[in-house]
């Protein structure tokens, strides 16, 4: 995980082509004409020691005979040729370089593949690769075409990225007929050293991107590219183009919810969890662009649509719903303007119909009104050509208001060669433009579900935590099946491990024989279910394996010896391990649920929730989450199905109890986090109704670890590290010195409104009165694998209080942490300070960070004193601030 070196792709100065060629059609020839042709202001140096000269600029033999070592080297040889001169460049000072070449997992006289050979070459130098096998780099701003690309981009503020080398030249020719302009363009092609992770690190701090587009195939080593997403998404829009939506028919699975969590709901449940955009398409993602690139963008999801025709209206309106939007409900004044300005046939409603023998001036009276409506955030503007005035002059009339209007301004521009002029107008003035009504709204909707996703992960969950599990009671019972060679742990076990976790379960015992049977079904209680336990049997339903109801002892000896004929005629083959008798759950008015874990190859374990029965796969309603999970990521997990809505009652159903729902989501991930083992999960089915809910049924497997690998390897997210809680009692009373979490939002944000306007300046270097959501989500909801905020807390008469605040955000390479710490103002001076920043210091000597360092004010005077007595060196900077340093002793490259 690492951004050193790559400003230098971005920034050159100076770039070596190694591999230039005037051969007509090569790749080294037309790097180096895109280069040229571009307009790079820097030094540019040909190397090929077949020629002196090429397109009037001196061609060096090699690399040591260049004037000095290239900011940027851009390989356009073959690979074989690759590893001895990334080792080349790198003794040169060269820190970056695109890798045009493609083949490099033939192997090498040394046995290496050559891929391996360039990535140990570079090491060394922290020399960065960009490719191989890619179509190279465009940084419009710098007049950088690194690329073989046929067309150049214009400059703009949009980001490009992607796996596919034919999408980067498709999108710059589609880009460049709307005058939509990039920050930069990457082609990642195999992604051997740079990656999504590292290139959303660099995106999200540049001031020059206000929006990222992914193109993605694939994903490698998902914490860190979900660390660099989360990070990225919460600064700027992320667009992303997933391919690969269709699923395989699923394969022989041991569970349900192995089956159903295909990898590309994984890869949905991911790109949500991080706050970015997924659309389906390159034209749904040409419609975000559209509107991207605007100079600005809709405040809100409130879109009034402006027609000359009734049918296009209709036609946006049935897409904006359809795509889960609503149109803005125009006020009394707005409807009475427009009833004066407009003929008395005009629609009276949104969408405004203004009638086909509409002059100029009533489209600008029209949009006028519509765009001095509070309630109005976003204008569609639809023209439909007609003999009555031409749309270039609608066009020219409207574009001094489209662009100062409060409301955001979409064009929608029908027809061909007649419309032309218009569109060509709107582009020049930065407007968004679409051919379609349907495209149009479906570019809008795009950012109103992205704003939508963005406050749901804004959402604090409420206060307080589950009771601790009985973790000891779980992992002793995994150890022991595991030492007996138990991987697929029966109903039974199952139930124990969740019941130790305080997921309600129905009694439930293990029978070999009949005799066994009759006891336990006595000791639970008539009536009883009997249900059939065997390891080479997924379902027990399509075997008979499954008895209900049964009254007496009677019916369970019928049911038993009737279960046990029906498995030696169906499966003789099959393994019988049991049965189990499991008290009845009397519950006519509950919902059968599915709530289950899978493992996914890239993003590690995935929890499921959706319908369940025995017909969970036909039904195919589920949705899927990373953990860990808070009460607010489990309410979306159930709102995102089908099932929710059935949970929320109807007729003479009542709504489910969807706390105790939630509940058994939380605990599933915690029991997921705490059990590295645990590789399969099925609850089925968990019912649910207005009285809480109870697992009927459960099965596991599960995998050894490896003695000595880190537990928490195999999760995307790092979870909240209980382990760096401390206890301790202070002169404040017992007090706890414990990681923030998403829980403590309240309480943070009544912390933070008891500081003195003094203090709250000291820490904000402004004044406030009160967090926004999304200050308070930042300061709450942090990624453990990058930052860390100690708070210290005590149990007052409103429950826990936040005392004050230590936290670190460090650079994604481990190299600094910039670290800020505020007391709450009526306890300064009692040595919470010093108790908060010793545990932080604590926490970046563990984790081998070499330095850390914060800024405070000239005139805060206590922090200064505090950052003395804990070793900080002070630097006074010129703009009046303080710059606090200290490099940790026995921190790695300290």
């Excluded at 083949?103 to 570079?122: I, Q």
């Excluded at 019916?555 to 030696?568: E, G, I, N, V, Y």
């Excluded at 905020?789 to 942490?817: C, H, K, W, Y």
């Amino acid at each position: 995980m690492t951004i050193r070196n790559l400003e230098h792709f971005f920034t050159a100065r100076s770039v070596a082509v190694i591999g230039a060629s005037k051969r007509q059609g090569s790749v080294g020839a037309t790097v180096l004409a895109n280069l040229i042709n571009g307009g790079f202001g820097g030094a540019l140096w040909p190397v090929n020691p077949k020629y002196r000269q090429l397109e009037g600029l001196q061609v060096y033999p090699d690399l040591d005979a260049l004037p000095a070592g290239p900011e940027l080297a851009v390989i356009c040889t073959p690979a074989a040729t690759l590893p001895a001169l990334i080792a080349d460049l790198g003794r040169c000072g060269c820190r970056a370089a695109v890798v045009l070449s493609a083949g490099l997992e033939a192997v090498g006289a040394d046995g290496r593949s050559l891929r391996k050979a360039m990535l140990e070459a570079a090491r060394p130098f922290l020399l960065r690769i960009l490719g191989p096998n890619c179509v190279g780099l465009l940084v419009p701003a710098l007049g950088l075409n690194a690329s073989f690309a046929p067309v150049a981009a214009l400059p703009g503020r949009l980001a490009f990225v992607s796996q596919s080398g034919a999408l980067v030249t498709a999108v710059l020719d589609w880009a460049r007929t709307r005058r939509i302009g990039f920050s930069c363009f990457v082609s990642l092609g195999d992604g051997s050293d740079v990656d999504f992770g590292d290139l959303l690190d660099y995106l999200a701090a540049d001031p020059g991107t206000d929006a990222i587009l992914l193109y993605m195939e694939s994903v490698g080593q998902a914490r860190k590219f979900m660390s660099a997403a989360r990070r990225a998404a919460r600064s700027k829009p992320v667009v992303v183009v997933k391919s690969g939506r269709v699923r395989e028919a699923a394969h022989a699975a041991f569970s349900h919810t192995g089956a159903l969590a295909g990898s590309d709901v994984v890869y949905d449940a991911a790109l949500r969890r991080a706050g970015m955009l997924r659309v389906d398409t390159t034209a749904a993602l040409f419609d975000a662009v559209a509107i991207l690139s605007a100079p600005r963008r809709p405040r809100g999801e409130r879109l009034a649509i402006l027609t000359n025709g009734g049918g296009p209206g209709i036609m946006a309106t049935d897409a904006l719903v359809a795509g889960g939007g609503a149109l803005a409900a125009l006020s009394g004044a707005t409807i009475e303007r427009l009833s004066h300005d407009l003929p008395a046939n005009w629609s009276h409603a949104n969408p405004v119909d203004i009638i086909g023998d509409a002059p100029v001036e009533r489209y600008q009276l029209a949009l006028q009104a519509l765009a001095d409506d509070p309630g109005v955030d976003a204008i569609l503007q639809i023209h439909a050509p007609t003999a009555i005035v031409a749309g270039a002059d609608v066009a020219r009339a409207l574009l001094p208001l489209m662009r100062s209007s409060r409301a955001f301004v979409l064009c929608c521009w029908l027809g061909g060669d007649s419309a032309a002029q218009a569109r060509s107008l709107c582009l020049d003035a930065r407007l968004p433009v679409f051919e379609t009504p349907e495209d149009a709204v479906r570019g809008f909707q795009q950012l109103v579900d992205y704003g939508r996703n963005q406050r749901l992960l804004e959402q604090a969950p409420p206060a307080g935590v589950l009771a601790v599990p009985e973790r000891e009671a779980a992992r002793s019972l995994v150890a022991s099946l595991l030492a007996r060679g138990v991987t697929k742990v029966g109903e039974a076990d199952a139930k124990t491990i969740l019941a130790a976790y305080g997921i309600p379960v129905v009694r439930t015992a293990t029978v070999r024989n009949l005799d066994q049977a009759v006891l336990e079904a006595r000791r639970i209680g008539y009536p009883v279910a009997l249900k059939i336990l065997s390891p080479d049997i997924v379902h027990k339903s399509d075997v008979g394996g499954v008895a209900l109801g049964l009254a007496d002892q009677a019916a369970l000896a019928q049911a038993f010896d009737a279960m046990r004929a029906r498995l030696r005629s169906l499966l003789p083959q099959a393994r019988l391990d049991g049965f189990s008798v499991q008290e009845m759950a009397r519950r006519p008015l509950a919902h059968e649920l599915i709530v289950g874990v899978a493992s996914d190859p890239v993003f590690g374990p995935v929890i499921l929730f959706g319908q369940g029965g025995v017909a969970v796969e036909v039904m195919d309603d589920r949705s899927v989450a990373l953990p860990p999970l808070n009460r607010v990521l489990a309410a979306d997990l159930v709102a995102r199905t089908r099932a929710a809505r059935l949970l929320a009652g109807f007729r003479d159903r009542p709504q489910a109890d969807l706390e105790a729902l939630y509940d058994v989501l939380v605990r599933v991930s915690q029991l997921v986090i705490d059990l590295p083992e645990l590789a399969e999960l099925d609850i089925n089915p968990l019912l649910a109704d207005s009285n809480g809910v109870v697992a009927l049924d459960a099965r596991m497997r599960l995998a050894p670890v490896a003695p000595g690998s880190d537990p928490l390897a195999r999760l995307a997210i790092l979870p909240y590290p209980a382990a760096l809680e401390r206890q301790l009692d202070s002169t404040l009373g017992a007090l706890v010195l414990r990681p923030i979490r998403p829980e403590d939002a309240q309480a943070h944000q009544a912390f933070f409104s008891a500081l003195t306007p003094e203090d709250v300046h000291f820490r904000m270097f402004g004044m406030m009165r009160e967090l926004t959501p999304s200050q308070l989500a930042r300061f709450t909801q942090i990624d453990y694998a990058r930052e860390m905020a100690f708070i210290a807390t005590r149990t007052g008469p409103g429950g826990d209080e936040t005392l004050g605040v230590a936290r670190v955000s460090i650079d994604p390479d481990n190299t600094v942490g910039e670290f800020a710490i505020v007391v709450r103002s009526d306890l300064a001076g009692d040595g919470l300070g010093r108790l908060l920043m010793g545990c932080l210091l604590d926490y970046c000597r563990a984790r081998a960070l070499p330095l850390i360092r914060g800024v405070a004010l000239g005139d805060n005077a206590r922090m200064h004193r505090l950052a003395r007595a804990c070793g900080f060196a002070l630097t006074p900077n010129p703009d009046g601030t303080v710059e606090m340093t200290l490099a940790l002793d026995g921190a790695a490259g300290a």
